[in-house]
């Protein structure tokens, strides 16, 4: 098996997504909602729910590339809307979906500027977990993605990145215009995702959000979130502290951990460990499927958090949207099985957990 990601790479939400910007989002973009941008030769089609074959909306869009991987890899995220399928995994589909660098048009095919050189990169993951700015700053640096840290996107202009049309690691690669998808389902407003190290947190003073929400928990629950031990250790530790009074210790350890930087939308360890929210089933390990395509086994890669429910607000002002849950855990082949000259997305597994306090979030 791959290494673990050492540091989990925290997700947060940048901004709105100007819909009249001259620069449109590509398949290279982190974001909140809107239509997925569909990666070159790769028809995702119209996910329908597993439930009620409702069309999905679109929850996120994650580019990961993976280490020493020629592919471009884009995962999308999608879930029903419909009241009846909230918090069930079957009403939520995770489509991943790659190409080649050769399936990508030069910028010089868009502009038709043949004296811009075509130059081959290597995108890894390891290119973006050493910088963790550099995960979705292709589009955010046109207008400054506030990341909150010292790991700044650097060296990113309006001009120098419309030359470019990409970020610093991602110069030759083009935006295709045509990449937006047209979908017949809801619509969440649009925002970037831009990422941090969970680390860069560490010794961060002056966090008030974080405190209120800590203070808000500590009265609810009648207990102490100092007393809690840290929750790296194992759950067969016995935590120091006053019972919470739903008596759920995964969810006190969830919030403590979280409470660094609880505006997070997104946590990204690709064979890491996941953070449950509440006590996961005995049988977890069972109830992740192998890969359907080659038979491999799937591997923990991110999870959507709860500050992410707030901001999946309805794109349309005339319509209201409703989408709750407390945790979905992304499980992705552990190979990264896929076929070149593939033109159908891999489906990938989500495990849904709702969130057994869920206004403490919004």
């Known amino acids: ?30 974001k909140i909602g809107d239509r997925p941008d569909q990666i070159p030769v790769i028809s995702l089609g119209h996910p329908g729910c597993g439930l009620c074959s409702s069309a999905l909306a679109h929850v996120v869009q994650v580019y990961c590339p993976l280490e020493a991987s020629p592919y471009h890899r884009t995962i999308n995220v999608f879930a029903c809307v419909n009241p009846a399928c909230l918090g069930k995994s079957e009403s939520w589909k995770v489509l991943r979906s790659q190409c080649l ?5 030069r910028p010089s095919d868009v502009t038709g500027d043949t004296s811009t050189a075509a130059h081959d990169v290597s995108l890894s993951r390891t290119d973006w977990c050493d910088e963790a700015d550099d995960w979705g700053a292709e589009e955010n640096g046109l207008d400054g993605w506030r990341v909150g840290s010292t790991q700044a996107v650097q060296n990113t202009t309006a001009k120098s990145d419309l030359e470019r049309g990409v970020s610093k690691k991602l110069q030759s690669l083009s935006i295709n215009p045509l990449g937006a998808i047209d979908v017949t389902g809801p619509t969440f407003q649009a925002f970037y995702i831009s990422v941090v190290e969970e680390t860069d947190f560490d010794g961060v003073a002056n966090m ?35 019972k919470a009074r739903h008596g759920d210790d995964v969810f006190s350890c969830f919030m403590k951990k979280i409470s660094i930087c609880p505006e997070q939308v997104l946590r990204y360890s690709r064979n890491g460990t996941p953070l449950f929210i509440t006590e996961p089933p005995s049988n977890m390990k069972q109830l992740v499927p192998v890969c359907s395509q080659c038979g491999s086994p799937r591997t923990f890669e991110f999870q959507l958090m709860p ?41 990938e597994f989500p495990f849904v957990q709702a969130d057994p306090d869920q206004e403490l979030f919004k």
């Open 307 to 347: 500050a992410l429910v707030s901001l999946l607000q309805s794109k349309d002002p005339d319509s209201e949207l409703t989408l709750e849950f407390g945790t979905v855990l992304v499980y992705t082949c552990q190979d990264n099985c896929w076929t070149s000259g593939s033109r159908s997305p891999a489906e």
């Open 1 to 30: 098996m791959a290494a673990a990601q050492e540091t989990p790479l925290i997700g947060l939400s940048d901004g709105a997504v100007d819909q009249k910007r001259s620069v449109p989002t590509s398949f290279c973009t982190n």
């Open 208 to 242: 008030e959000h974080a405190h209120e929400l800590l203070r808000e928990y500590e009265k609810r629950e009648g207990l102490s979130v100092m007393d809690l031990r840290s929750c790296e250790s194992e759950r067969e530790e016995k935590y120091e502290k006053t």
């Open 101 to 105: 660098e050769s399936d990508v048009k």
